[in-house]
């Protein structure tokens, strides 16, 4: 079955600090990639997704993600964090063959201090 | 430009009660989802739909029944309640597959 990991469950970091998010999934086969933001007491949004094309995707805010196959890896960056991007980033793959289900990852806190 | 809705957007509830959770979209989209949120477990998926009138289980069905008549929504109906069920639920759409899902506000739900 598929999985993903999330490696760390929290990331606290300075204002302006680059910033990365890991996330693992267990399987390279046709896989969908995608990254979610929460923040407190809202629904999930997305913030970027990997179907095919470029392995780099990006986000209106500067965010960016890049798919590695070889090492089933989907890590998240940015390279100046704001006070404003503290939440909970969650990574998630598609089941795969196409699946409609989506199987997320547990989520990364991110705290960014002044 | 509703989007997605839920309601209520909290509950509390007794053991043992009947509990229906409301989810509306305004997209026609085919795919809809339910999921709830516990702390250390992330997302876990209730129950999901392809389109009216067929629905399948997720990850954790168990004391949880949902109906898909219409495809604007896709109510979550908690049978006999219990207190491992106090959780955030959210519902999600999707328009394709494999597509980003679009979550709703969520729901908060306490079982006393």
């Known amino acids: 079955a598929q999985s993903v990991t999330q490696l760390d469950s929290q990331v606290p970091v300075f204002e302006e600090a680059p910033v990365e998010l890991r996330c693992n999934y267990s399987s390279s086969v046709s896989v969908y990639l995608f990254w979610y933001v929460q923040y407190p007491n809202q629904g999930l949004q997305l913030l970027l997704k990997y179907l095919s094309g470029s392995t780099l995707v990006e986000s209106i805010n500067g965010f960016e993600a890049e798919f590695n196959k070889s090492q089933t890896s989907f890590h998240l960056r940015k390279p100046s964090v704001h006070i404003s991007d503290t939440a909970e980033y969650f990574c998630a793959v598609s089941v795969g063959g196409g699946s409609e289900k989506l199987v997320f990852g547990k989520g990364t806190k991110l705290t960014v201090n002044p | 430009d509703a989007g997605i809705t839920q309601s209520p957007r909290y509950k509390i509830t007794e053991t043992g009660r009947q509990v229906t959770l409301m989810c509306h979209q305004t997209w026609s989209h085919s795919y809809m989802f339910w999921y709830r949120q516990d702390l250390g477990h992330g997302l876990r998926l209730i129950y999901y739909s392809a389109a009216a009138d067929i629905t399948d289980k997720g990850e954790v069905p168990d004391g949880y029944v949902v109906s898909r008549s219409k495809t604007e929504n896709f109510p979550l109906t908690l049978e006999s309640a219990t207190r491992s069920q106090t959780s955030v639920y959210f519902c999600?759409?999707?328009?394709?597959?494999?597509?980003?899902?679009?979550f709703g506000p969520g729901t908060r739900l306490l079982v006393l």
């Open positions: 999600a759409s999707s328009e394709s597959s494999p597509g980003a899902q679009y």
